[in-house]
């Protein structure tokens, strides 16, 4: 389960070590913007003895590297892939090449290091036009991508607009980058709000982007972190829906139905996925915090 990712600056080791206390599913130990290039080897060290040393309960860790027009990205997975972290997050990806160059290093790495071959996946980092209509592509590239991230700041640069609250100017690249995860299979993230202190802006963003199918959101603030959690997360009405159904597939099955309705609703294929879907978030959120908030 991943509703939040929240970025901390790879050279900031007092927020590094408070990582899985702050609530998020996933933390981000960012290589490339939070980092001048003055102190790029003294993050990675810190982010490789982090990952060596500390153990970060009920929180997934995701590494964003440089990018491959950099002299940095091959240290970074040099010293970050032996660690096994959850997943690498190349960043400024533009096209599926890009993906497939940095799978390449890493199947090395992992060679080297005795280790098998996909170890540590991907999420990349979406943040050019060009990125954009090519999301699919690179949602496919390589079988260690298992989502895709939008990044909205960068993106707007590239597209020569200003950024805004309202989001209008990223309408199109949210909706054709959810489209291409999903047609590929794999889960795709929100790009961060980035007014830390707007507390009602942050939670429509969340809403509006959830509308659209993205699978969470990320975050430059702990603060923003709780409401990205509870708008992704369902409700307990989502959760007692989705038990009805299962119980009503039960009840048909024992009366020997082919087709049964729920609420004056058949329920059909699609239902019932999002049913299981429902109810394994469920599962998990009580496992993690012993239920919903």
């Not at 509870?230 to 139905?257: C, M, N, Q, R």
Request: net charge negative; aromatic share 6%; hydrophobic share 40%.
């Amino acid at each position: 389960m991943r509703r939040s990712m929240l970025f901390l600056p790879g050279n900031n080791p007092n927020m590094i070590i408070n990582g899985d206390v702050l609530g998020s599913d996933s933390v981000i130990l960012d290589l490339e913007d939070a980092v001048s290039p003055a102190e790029k080897d003294a993050a990675r060290i810190l982010v490789r003895n982090t990952l060596k040393y500390l153990k970060f309960e009920n929180c997934e860790i995701i590494v964003r590297i440089n990018s491959i027009d950099t002299e940095y990205w091959k240290d970074d997975l040099d010293e970050i892939v032996p660690l096994k972290p959850d997943l690498i997050m190349p960043t400024k990806v533009s096209c599926a090449d890009d993906i497939r160059t940095i799978d390449a290093y890493m199947s090395e790495i992992e060679k080297k290091h005795g280790m098998e071959n996909n170890t540590v996946h991907l999420i990349p980092l979406i943040e050019t036009a060009m990125g954009v209509e090519n999301a699919f592509e690179i949602a496919k590239s390589t079988d260690r991508v298992v989502a895709m991230f939008l990044g909205g700041e960068d993106l707007t640069a590239d597209l020569h607009c200003k950024r805004t609250k309202v989001g209008n100017e990223i309408s199109y690249a949210r909706s054709r980058m959810v489209s291409a995860a999903r047609a590929a299979g794999i889960d795709v993230y929100d790009t961060p709000f980035t007014d830390v202190n707007d507390d009602e802006g942050i939670r429509v963003d969340c809403e509006l982007a959830k509308s659209l199918g993205f699978t969470g959101k990320a975050s430059i603030s702990p603060r923003h972190v709780s409401v990205i959690n509870e708008v992704f997360s369902p409700s307990h009405k989502d959760v007692d829906y989705a038990y009805e159904v299962f119980e009503a597939i039960k009840t048909a099955k024992e009366l020997g139905k082919g087709a049964i309705a729920l609420h004056g609703k058949m329920i059909d294929k699609p239902i019932v996925e999002r049913a299981r879907q429902v109810i394994s978030m469920y599962e998990e959120i009580v496992r993690r915090n012993g239920g919903l908030d």
